[in-house]
């Protein structure tokens, strides 16, 4: 087995912190960016555009079909986008149901067909109260099923998941970024991001990306529609 990984590469920071290491550890990044129908479809943008300036080449794939099972989602369906903290009870609307495990298994799968031998995924601290697919124990169950999925596929060698971040809150992660060089500018967090890619600056994940930078005391690359 080669040098090569998939990244699941949203065209958010976190993914982009884990994209930007990858490539910096002299690994052949494979980045994977999925179109499921999110309404914050600029960030598909926002990893394309990233991804060449990294020097990688971007692979968008198409999986929108998944709406007709899982809707439900203000992210995906005609639901208004809840305006809070993670925290609260009405950000539970943002999950869309089992997306992780989905977007993994491709991942997985795509690894298994291009000779990978890891999948970097970019799952955080700050994750984990609302999303339960990206906690550890998560991620530590889901490393057990793709070891029984691949195993015999791949002469007796299983898809590693690694999530580097997985302990580290956006703070951190910012901090990580800037000792390496990453120009977080190339990235876009919001879940309702308009046509020029400017962010709202009023929903949660603005609202955390925000409170990163400015508990990390580094400026905020990100352009907001209103003046923050």
Known sequence: MGNKVVVVFSGGMDSYTVLHKAAREGFEVLPLTF????????????????????????????????????????????????????????????????????????????????????????AHSGDHEIYPDCRPEYIASFQKMANLATKSAIEGKSIKIHTPLISLSKSEIICIGERSGIDYSLTVSCYQANKDGLACGKCDSCRLRREGFKSSNIKDPTQYVISI
């Open 35 to 122: 179109n499921y129908g999110q309404k914050h479809n600029k960030e598909i943008e926002y990893a394309e555009h990233a991804c060449i300036a990294l020097g990688v080449v971007p692979k968008v794939v198409d999986i929108t079909a998944i709406n007709q099972l899982i809707a439900g989602s203000s992210l995906t369906s005609d639901i208004e986008m809840p305006e809070g903290h993670y925290a609260d009870d009405n950000m539970k609307s943002t999950v869309v149901p089992n997306r992780n495990m989905i977007l993994l298994s491709l991942a997985v799968g795509y690894a298994v067909s291009s000779d990978a031998h890891k999948v970097f995924y970019g």
